[in-house]
């Protein structure tokens, strides 16, 4: 951290500064110009706030330099991180879909659209079980059922399982389901509570952004879960919240490359979410891949006209199927291949 004296402090405060730098275990530089004096603390700042030495007389003002986080960073772990989710690979050379509607509903739905999902070529399914919704008299979710019924359809076909916890009192059930992944969504990506709990198992984490979060702000949510042992993050960016009405979010593709610039972690992209219509999604899904994602997380519906939830940016398995080919075509020209389940494209 630096901090920068006004120009009419003296000895007495420079002094004050420099004690209290030490009494936190750090060392200190200082360096006298013609104008003002700064201060350096050396060693870990971020043991350190601005606000600790903005308040203290003849200091103008203080900042970090170096990053607020750490254990997601770049800076200190150069390798890009992998995370397998029951042999399916996140974050290496291949892309991975995630694939399936936005709420379980029931187990004829559920079964279709595992089939949909599986045909399709997605290693990986998703369903919630537990909904976040806007309104308290909307469909909430199928509950503790809705987990069996996504761990039972996707079993049928061999794919791990993605699914929301809103709640850090479902952890324990998450876990004795057999849930292969928990996503942490929008609406929580700061509820510290549930980002410590996450933090103390061993299950990957899908942490969505803020819909007005800062990349920075979503990388400390990131080191929130890493503090507490688990490294297995995956980032997903689902659209941020702007002036503009036209659709559901804005998908931030900028975010794609400054965060594989700024962290080690998988950055996926949920393009369902983000444009919120099913004609949005394959344009937004081939961006983010383009752009360098690691992977795409996309609502599928076997009849979207009857979805429970999000019904109009659900694709069909048709829509979905086609997507496939089109991601698999465009992966090779950015570096990537699509990871296509082994049975799925036998007649390709
Ligand atoms: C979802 O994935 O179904 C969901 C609710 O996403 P988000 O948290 O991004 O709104
Ligand atoms: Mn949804």
Known sequence: MIIVMDPTAGEREIGAVEAKIRTHGLGVH??????????G??????ALEPEMFETMPGVERALHILKPYKLVAREWHRASTTIDVGGVVVGGAEVQMIAG???????AQMNAA??????????LMRGGAFKPRTSPYAFQGKGVDGLRLLKDAAARHGLPVVTELMDVRMLDTFL???????????RNMQNFDLLKEVGRVDVPVILKRGMSATVS???MAAEYVAA???????LCERGIRTFETAYRNVLDVTAIPVLKRETHLPVIVDPSHAGGKAWMV???????????ADGLLVEVHPDPRQAWCDADQALTPADFATLMHRLAALAPAVGRRMAIRAEAWAFA
């Not at 200082?30 to 201060?39: A, D, N, Q, Y």
């Not at 595992?114 to 290693?123: E, H, I, K, L, Q």
């Not at 507490?228 to 995956?234: E, F, W």
């Open 282 to 292: 394959p344009s937004l899904a081939c961006a983010a891949v383009a752009a360098g």
């Open 30 to 39: 200082v360096s006298r110009g013609t104008e003002r004096t700064l201060i």
């Open 101 to 107: 509607p936005c709420s379980v509903e029931t187990p």
């Open 217 to 219: 702000e979503w990388l």
């Open 228 to 234: 507490g042992g688990n490294h297995k993050i995956v």
């Open 176 to 186: 004795d389901q057999g849930v292969d992944v928990i996503q942490v969504g929008t």
């Open 114 to 123: 595992a089939d949909a999902v599986a045909a399709g070529g997605a290693r």
């Open 41 to 46: 603390a050396i060693g870990d700042e971020r």
